[in-house]
């Protein structure tokens, strides 16, 4: 008989990161710190609105690693595959605003979590969910931990899980060609997809969103969901296409909102919604992120979500 305690519903697979998010104080040197890695983000995002999520990485034996795991405890986020290197540092990211938007400056080479490899991966706990999230980003950080993906991926599809992937393409990371490849061989391997419009379009290239969907699911993408920001995002779930329109806020700090999307969508289509209802929740969800400074301390909770939608139904 399965023990069902151990069961989740979500785990995501990356690397978290310190956060040091530029405040809007006078002196632009001024910063606070936060929470961030967008495999992270989004499984804070899920457990804040209901779901059972886990988390599987590596963290450095230090006191960012300490501050990651109390973070996590607090949060309900399960740590099973959650391990430590005593001799590697957990990594760290800066967040400077700008006229073109937010802007990422990475600390983070030979981090703990870029030491993943596929030997080190908690089988367990991959085969003991119902959906696995991914992104490119888990990928981009060293190739033993783009190999950790593919396996996580393989494993969690075999044990019958649906898979979540978030192509989330930093080019300080890797090269674009490099980049491509990989993204688009991982496509072919998830039940959603659930890129960015930006990202879509330089990954494919040119084109538009019709045309980012479309390649998408001939790159084997059972399901996408294409996030257009502040114009909510397009489903297409292979037969049946949508654009599912954004609630309107006045944002403060747009980092972290997608993987706020991506965890309130995995959590509504493992709770029985269609994947269109579970995009207009999203929708919500990934505004009210956007709202508060940082990628985790504006995340919302079911609650919250819910009061938009029920104001926005009456
Ligand atoms: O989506 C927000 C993330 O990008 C941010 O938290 C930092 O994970 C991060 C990254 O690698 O850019």
Same mark, same amino acid.
């Given at each position: 008989m399965t023990d069902t305690r151990s069961l989740l519903d979500i785990v995501a697979l990356g690397e978290p990161l310190i956060e040091f998010n530029q405040t809007r /104080?006078?002196? =632009?040197?001024d910063y606070v710190q936060g929470f961030g890695g967008d495999t992270s983000n989004m499984a804070i995002a899920a457990a804040r609105l209901g779901a059972r999520a886990g988390y599987v990485t590596r963290l450095g034996g230090d006191s960012f690693g300490r501050l990651f795991r109390e973070l996590w405890a607090e949060e309900g986020v399960?740590? +099973?595959g959650v391990a430590t290197d005593t001799d590697a540092a957990t990594g760290v990211y800066f967040v400077t605003h700008g006229a073109q938007g937010h802007e990422f400056s990475y %600390?983070? /080479? #030979?981090s703990a979590a870029s030491r993943m490899r596929p030997e080190t991966l908690p089988l367990d706990v991959v085969r003991s969910t119902r959906l696995l999230h991914v992104s490119g980003i888990s990928q981009a950080i060293s190739a033993t931990a783009c190999d950790t993906v593919f396996v996580a991926v393989d494993e969690a599809r075999a044990a019958g899980a649906l898979v979540t992937y978030d192509p989330? %393409? +930093?080019l300080k990371l890797w090269p674009l060609p490099r980049a491509r490849a990989t993204i688009l061989a991982t496509m072919g391997r998830c039940s959603w997809c659930v890129p960015s419009l930006d990202d879509a379009l330089v990954l494919f290239g040119s084109g538009d969103a019709a045309g980012a969907v479309t390649a998408c699911h001939r790159a084997g993408a059972r399901g996408v969901v294409l996030k257009l920001g502040a114009e909510g995002c397009i489903v297409s779930d292979g037969v049946r296409q949508e654009h599912v329109p954004a609630h309107r806020v006045t944002p403060v700090d747009a980092t972290g909102a997608g993987d706020c999307f991506d965890g309130a969508f995995a959590v509504r289509l493992l709770a029985g919604d269609d994947p269109f209802t579970a995009a207009a929740y999203a929708n919500v969800a990934a505004a009210l992120a956007?709202? #508060?400074? #940082? /990628?985790? /301390?504006? %995340? =919302?909770r079911d609650a919250d979500v819910r009061a938009v939608l029920s104001r926005a139904a009456a």
């Open positions: /104080a006078k002196d =632009p040197r399960d740590m +099973r %600390l983070r /080479a #030979g989330n %393409l +930093r956007t709202t #508060g400074f #940082g /990628a985790v /301390a504006p %995340l =919302p």
